[in-house]
Structure formats: C-alpha cells, structure tokens
C-alpha cells in the first residue's frame, strides 16, 4: 500500500545540538521526497525536498539525505535554534504519474533554551 | 503576498449544513490538490485538480464530497450534509507544473471547519 512511517513523534533537544528525523517509504517508485515545518495555525512550509537521482542535499543548517535502496530518507538541522521548534512532515510522491504526496505521521520537534 | 490562499480560516457548521471552502492557488500555479488534517495527524490527500479537470479523486469518500476547480474563479471543496466526523484541517496546495515533474506544492493555512 501506499504508507510513510516517520520516526520519532516527539523529539526534544539542547539548543545548538543537531536533530534527525526519520521516514522509510512504502512504494520504490517513489521520486520525490519534501519535508515540511508546520507551526501552530498555519500550513505546512517546504524546508527542503530531494529527487531520487541525488543522495543528499544541503541548505544551511538544513540536509536530507535519501538511500533508494533500503527507501529511507532522512532530515537533518544542526546548531538548532528556539525558532526550529514546530511539527516537521515528511513526505513521498506516489500514485499513478507520482501525482500526490502521502505524508509521515509528523514528528514534533522541541529546542530546549 | 502571492502564496495559496485559502478562506475561511475558520468556519463552522452544524449537522446537516453544506459547508463550501475556497482555495485561490499561487499565481502561476495551475495544478490543485486538498488534503484533510486531522489533530496529531498527518495530511491526507484528497484530491488533485487542474483547471476544469479532475485528475485524482482517490482520496475522497465517495459520499457527500466534492471538488471543482473552474477556468475562472478559486478551487471549491464541498461537503454537503456535514457530520461531526468531517471536523478537520481541511488545506489547499498549488504547484507550477505537472507533479510527475516533481514540482513543489506549496500550502495555504488551511480552514479549519468544526461540526456542532
């Protein structure tokens, strides 16, 4: 079926430490992989997305890094910052055509001051 | 600001109503999808439309829901004869391009829609 997993639902850290999230994917034609931050009241925000020809990418403080093989991706935020702290979703294109996103469960991440 | 607008923000209806939420796209943006968010959930897809087409209607109920996106005007989801379970996040995002493409979906803040 078409199903995320993401992992951890709750993920708490020391201001300036780094955090990961976890998603494995179910369908391996799967070619898009976005995450999004979602604060309180509000829609999701695109953090950063990766295609299924790359391995990893990089935008500042910010990287996911994506393995085909074993349909695993990952985000990355180091020297977090209060500001980080919000619900992150991952998410994967699927269907006929890839034409929707089926999203992870979400992971609510919280920076310690 | 030219993001995914979505109104109302806020909109509540009792057993039996029609509830009518609107989505304007990004300009530019040609392709529109809705998804359903329940509390600690994730999002949930609903359905994709382009301009006067629907494209993928898989996540829809079959019952009491549906969606159009006209050549002139916002995309409309509707749900008639509301019920308590239809209480959610209901959002709205808009791509430039054709998803097979991998074009990035962009949201608005949603509506939040409560059944009394």
């Known amino acids: 079926g078409e199903n995320v997993e993401q992992h951890p639902s709750t993920l708490s850290v020391q201001e300036g430490d780094s955090a990961v999230i976890k998603c494995t994917y179910s369908?391996?034609?799967?070619?898009?992989f976005p995450w999004y931050k979602q604060e309180l009241g509000k829609g999701p925000q695109l953090i950063i997305d990766?295609?299924?020809?790359?391995g990893e990418k990089k935008d500042q403080r910010i990287a996911v890094t994506l393995n085909k093989t074993a349909k695993h991706f990952s985000l990355h935020i180091t020297e977090t910052q209060p500001e980080d702290s919000a619900v992150y979703f991952c998410?994967?294109?699927?269907?006929?055509?890839?034409?929707?996103?089926?999203f992870g469960q979400g992971t609510r991440l919280t920076i310690n001051p | 600001n030219a993001g995914v607008m979505q109104n109302p923000r806020h909109l509540v209806r009792r057993r039996g109503q029609e509830a009518r939420l609107r989505c304007s796209p990004m300009?530019?943006?040609?392709?529109v999808y809705w998804y359903r968010q329940l509390p600690e959930e994730g999002l949930k897809f609903m359905v994709y439309?382009?301009?006067?087409?629907?494209?993928?209607e898989s996540g829809m109920p079959k019952e009491r829901f549906s969606a159009e996106f006209p050549k002139e005007g916002p995309s409309i989801l509707r749900i008639q004869q509301v019920v308590r379970g239809d209480s959610a996040a209901y959002f709205c995002?808009?791509?430039?391009?054709?998803?097979?493409?991998?074009?990035?979906?962009?949201f608005g803040d949603g509506t939040r829609l409560s059944i009394l």
């Open positions: 995002a808009s791509s430039k391009g054709n998803p097979s493409l991998n074009q990035p979906q962009h």
């Open positions: 369908d391996s034609a799967s070619n898009y």
């Open positions: 990766i295609r299924s020809n790359v």
């Open positions: 998410a994967a294109s699927m269907g006929e055509g890839a034409q929707k996103l089926v």
């Open positions: 300009k530019g943006h040609s392709h």
């Open positions: 439309l382009q301009k006067e087409n629907i494209i993928d």
